[in-house]
């Protein structure tokens, strides 16, 4: 099945309809086509980031996903963020998580960037996200937001060297060195 480009919001079930190939998210009722495939350094830093949640988060009651990953703020608007943390496990379904996350992270990609910073931004935002970080593996840096009085407010950017704090667990923080690995 393919979305007919004239038809618009379409819903979450005409979406799982779609071949396994077809990945897309519906903000704020525009569809947004996920291709191409992220790069190898945006790929490693996934997965250095989420290896650094897993290892603090296991025998808790947080847990860590990663894209692709559906996020259904309603029936007719999804996202799918590169890490996603929820401590809610009444928000885990078997086929995708359905509200809003604790934690979402967006690694930048040059077809993304705008779109990360822009209209996810705000969609998390009013989504209630409490914290959003953004991070930028080329220029190597981490943007933390945290929601405040319904509005994100800058927390701090982190930059190679820096330990970055999780300002929803507490005492914990991550090393960028962890996440930006030298070449």
């Not at 996200?129 to 927390?155: F, M």
């Amino acid at each position: 099945m393919a979305f007919p480009q004239e038809r618009k919001p379409f819903t979450y079930a005409e979406y799982v309809q779609l071949s396994d190939c077809d990945r897309y998210e519906m903000i704020d009722g525009k569809l947004y086509n996920m291709t191409p495939a992220p790069t190898p350094k945006h790929q490693q830093v996934v997965t250095l980031l989420s290896a650094e949640f897993v290892a603090h988060l296991r025998g808790k009651t947080c847990r860590v996903f990663v894209s692709p990953i559906d996020v259904c703020f309603s029936n007719d608007e999804w996202v799918q963020p590169d890490i996603v943390i929820i401590c809610d496990s009444n928000k885990i379904s078997d086929e995708r998580i359905i509200g809003t996350p604790d934690v979402i992270v967006e690694v930048l990609s040059p077809s993304t960037a705008k779109k990360d910073r822009l209209i996810k931004y705000r969609r998390y935002e009013q989504a209630g996200v409490p914290e959003y970080w953004i991070v930028d593996p080329v220029h190597e840096y981490v943007e933390v937001h945290v929601l405040k009085d319904g509005a994100y407010q800058l927390y701090g950017t982190y930059f190679k060297g820096d330990a970055i704090p999780v300002q929803l667990f507490g005492h914990f923080s991550i090393h960028t060195d962890n996440i930006f690995l030298s070449e």
